[in-house]
């Protein structure tokens, strides 16, 4: 879930991505460069250069980035986190179990174990 205003923003360009079919190549991008548009005043920038790299419809997507869906979608998902007291990314759910922060890959496959045990 995006705190940051910057983080935000990258989510909602993640969605329009995701309006072509390239939700997760456009993740990869953000987290391949993430070194670069948290830092700058315009990360709409480096959003639009990323979809670019995609080959996505730039139009469309500069569309997509301007309209307010995304802005609202990605607002309602923070919401949603906070009414359910996430407030650290990453926080991870298996089942009942909530995981928060970054943890050894170890709890991971401990909780899951658990709970396919629970349920098996």
């Given at each position: 879930?995006?705190?940051?205003?910057?983080?935000?923003?990258?989510?909602?360009?993640?969605?329009?991505a995701?309006?072509?079919?390239?939700?997760?190549?456009?993740?990869?991008?953000?987290?391949?460069?993430?070194?670069?548009?948290?830092?700058?005043?315009?990360?709409?920038?480096?959003?639009?250069?990323?979809?670019?790299?995609?080959?996505?419809?730039?139009?469309?997507?500069?569309?997509?980035?301007?309209?307010?869906e995304?802005?609202?979608?990605?607002?309602?998902?923070?919401?949603?986190?906070?009414?359910?007291?996430?407030?650290?990314?990453?926080?991870?759910?298996?089942?009942?179990?909530?995981?928060?922060?970054?943890?050894?890959?170890?709890?991971?496959?401990?909780?899951?174990?658990?709970?396919?045990?629970?349920?098996?």
């Amino acid at each position: 879930m995006p705190w940051s205003p910057k983080s935000s923003q990258a989510a909602e360009a993640s969605l329009c991505a995701g309006q072509e079919g390239k939700f997760w190549e456009y993740h990869e991008l953000l987290f391949d460069y993430q070194e670069q548009w948290p830092g700058t005043p315009h990360p709409e920038e480096y959003f639009i250069g990323y979809a670019k790299l995609l080959g996505l419809d730039q139009q469309k997507f500069r569309t997509c980035l301007d309209s307010q869906e995304m802005r609202d979608k990605v607002s309602q998902d923070k919401s949603y986190g906070k009414s359910i007291n996430i407030n650290t990314t990453p926080t991870i759910f298996v089942n009942d179990s909530r995981i928060v922060g970054d943890e050894p890959i170890e709890k991971y496959e401990r909780a899951i174990e658990q709970e396919l045990r629970r349920s098996g």
